[in-house]
C-alpha cells in the first residue's frame, strides 16, 4: 500500500507563491509516475501537473502553464508543485496522485488512472 502526505497548502494573496510538496511511503517510487490535480467546490477535480518517472517529461494545464512547475526528488520520493504569480481562480484543495505504470504515457486527466491518492491539502487565493 502507498501512503501519500501533501504539506505546503494555505493562505496567500494573489500574485503570491507557495510550494506544496508529496511525500510518498514506498520502495520503488521510481516507478510511478506523479501528478497534482485540484477541485474546487462544485467543480470536478482537474489535472493541473504530470510528471513522468525521471521526471525528464512534464505536463501542464493551459492555465497553469508559465506559472507552474511539477518537480521531483526520487531519492527523496517527493514530488513538488511551485506556484507562482497565483490567482484567486487557483483556490481548491490540491491532490498528489500515482500511477504505477512502467510504460507508456505518464500521464492522464481520467482520476481513476492513477492507483494512489493523497489526502489532499488547501490552497486559498485571496484577491
Known amino acids: 500500500q502507498v501512503q501519500l502526505v501533501e504539506s505546503g497548502g494555505g493562505l496567500v494573496q494573489a500574485g503570491g507563491s507557495l510550494r506544496l510538496s508529496c511525500a510518498a511511503s514506498?520502495?520503488?517510487?521510481?516507478?510511478?509516475?506523479m501528478a497534482w490535480f485540484r477541485q474546487a467546490p462544485g467543480k470536478e477535480r482537474e489535472l493541473v501537473a504530470a510528471?513522468?518517472?525521471?521526471?525528464?517529461?512534464?505536463f501542464y494545464v493551459d492555465s497553469a502553464k508559465g506559472r507552474f512547475t511539477i518537480s521531483r526528488d526520487n531519492a527523496k520520493n517527493t514530488v513538488y508543485l511551485q506556484m507562482n504569480s497565483l490567482k484567486p481562480e487557483d483556490t481548491a484543495v490540491y491532490y498528489c496522485a500515482a500511477a504505477f505504470k512502467s510504460f507508456g504515457k505518464f500521464y492522464n486527466d481520467y482520476a481513476k488512472w492513477y492507483d494512489y491518492w493523497g489526502q489532499g491539502t488547501q490552497v486559498t487565493v485571496s484577491s
Open positions: 510528471i513522468s518517472w525521471s521526471g525528464v517529461s512534464t
Open positions: 514506498v520502495r520503488t517510487f521510481s516507478m510511478y509516475a
